[in-house]
């Protein structure tokens, strides 16, 4: 049961332009969501995160968006560089379950030039 | 500063083995987590442990197990090893054990497992 879901497997966008990466999930108690980004060869380094209490949260060019209703959560890339080419997870953790953090399964991201 | 460190970095087992690895956190951080990731996928939570006391567990087999030793530093071990356990296995650490605002989560590189 993939409760935390990333549908788009790959992604190609042109160097200046805006990167989405989108994510789903099924458990209505995850309430804390992060992205993470990782290179070949090494572990995942932290993005960005967002609380279930806001719907956006802004780290220079990161931004990502929370829509609870949709039980979806968005990761936006502004402008996409070729250093951002690598796999996005997201990942999510409930109230109650330590950091235990559920991942989806990743998105590559490729930036052209 | 150093980051989450973990060793070894790859290591070749035969079926039936043992394997232990190991993770020091990033300094000052007393949570550690294990993660196993097999190609394709993202990270499975396996343990978490704060201040020596296991404080979560994945769906993994008993085969799996995990320590934590005073200085937080900690082991993972996996007996009878299977040839589905060859994977990257990846040490997080926090300062403490729950998600959130000014708690990041920070990952080692992990140990590349290939069991034959």
């Known amino acids: 049961d993939q409760q935390v879901k990333q549908n788009s497997p790959s992604l190609s966008v042109q160097e200046g332009r805006i990167s989405i990466l989108n994510c789903d999930y099924t458990n209505s108690m995850f309430d804390y969501f992060l992205w993470y980004k990782k290179y070949p060869a090494e572990g995942p380094t932290f993005l960005i995160s967002?609380?279930?209490?806001?719907d956006k949260n802004e780290d220079g060019r990161f931004t990502v968006f929370l829509n609870k209703s949709a039980k979806h959560l968005s990761l936006h890339i502004v402008p996409s560089q070729p250093g951002d080419s690598a796999v996005y997870f997201c990942a999510a953790s409930a109230a109650g379950t330590a950091s235990k953090l559920t991942f989806g399964t990743g998105t590559r991201l490729q930036v052209t030039l | 500063d150093a980051g989450v460190t973990q060793s070894p970095t790859h290591l070749i087992k035969t079926r039936g083995q043992h394997v232990t690895l190991r993770c020091s956190p990033i300094s000052g951080h007393k949570s550690v987590s294990w993660y196993q990731q097999v190609l394709g996928q993202g990270p499975q939570f396996i343990f978490q442990?704060?201040?020596?006391?296991?404080?979560g567990r994945g769906n993994f087999p008993d085969r799996f197990s995990a320590r934590q030793f005073p200085n937080y530093s900690s082991e993972l071990n996996v007996n009878a090893l299977l040839l589905g356990d060859s994977a990257l296995y990846l040490c997080?650490?926090?300062?403490?054990?729950?998600?959130?605002?000014?708690?990041?989560?920070?990952f080692g590189e992990g140990s590349w497992l290939t069991v034959v």
């Open positions: 967002i609380s279930s209490i806001k």
């Open positions: 442990y704060y201040e020596k006391e296991e404080r």
């Open positions: 997080a650490s926090s300062l403490v054990p729950w998600t959130g605002t000014g708690n990041t989560i920070y």
